[in-house]
T-cell receptor
């Protein structure tokens, strides 16, 4: 398996522009997580889905952020409009809930977003 | 509010030494405690994990010590190597409630000096 795939790997945009980050989870995994990592705040959970349904979006910073999971193999995180303080590395992770006691999350390589 | 508190923020250890990273939590509903390792430019990856029904788990040079009464757990890296230089995150989740989101600590940047 190729693991969790994220695109783009790097994104540089100007303040006010719309940014869309994409994630393809590991095939067969039914949970998907979006995280943001910064030096100041560490690794923050933004939102997660189980079986394509958003379960907890309390970590989404504000209405400028939205996430969708239209099917089991694709999710997007959109920022509109983007601001310089959104600059961070955004990670997508997936896991298989399938009745297991342990829920290892497999992280993608991340998207480094820079908003000028 | 940080659900899992981690210390130290950074750690420098000589090759062959022992690296110790500590975490504490308040929520007694937590029942799964993993440690993730992150190398620069990469996503975090699971290193080792423990359930609260045991006090210690060892995998190679890596050991988790768990103190349920104190609500603390720690990662010990024996015979630390330069290749262990990375950022380490502790985490906790409430598996039994059905929620599978992880609450991460703020991370510890470990540098092992040759």
């Amino acid at each position: 398996d190729a693991g969790v795939i994220q695109s783009p790997r790097h994104e540089v945009t100007e303040m006010g522009q719309e940014v869309t980050l994409r994630c393809k989870p590991i095939s067969g995994h039914n949970s998907l997580f979006w995280y943001r990592q910064t030096m100041m705040r560490g690794l923050e959970l933004l939102i997660y889905f189980n079986n394509n349904v958003p379960i907890d979006d309390s970590g989404m910073p504000e209405d400028r952020f939205s996430a969708k999971m239209p099917n089991a193999s694709f999710s997007t995180l959109k920022i509109q409009p983007s601001e310089p303080r959104d600059s961070a590395v955004y990670f997508c992770a997936s896991s298989d809930r399938g009745g297991r006691l342990y829920n290892e999350q497999f992280f993608g390589p991340g998207t480094r977003l820079t908003v000028l | 509010q940080q659900q899992v508190k981690q210390s130290p923020q950074s750690l420098i250890v000589q090759k062959g030494g022992i690296s110790i990273i500590n975490c504490a939590y308040e929520n007694t509903a937590f029942d799964y405690f993993p440690w993730y390792q992150q190398f620069p430019g990469k996503g975090p990856a699971l290193l080792i994990a423990i359930r609260p029904d045991v006090s210690e788990k060892k995998e190679g040079r890596f050991t988790i010590s768990f103190n349920k009464s104190a609500k603390q757990f720690s990662l010990h890296i024996m015979d630390s190597q330069p290749g262990d230089s990375a950022t380490y995150f502790c985490a906790a989740s409430k598996d039994q409630t059905g929620a599978n989101n992880l609450f991460f600590g703020t991370g510890t940047r470990l540098t092992v000096i040759p």
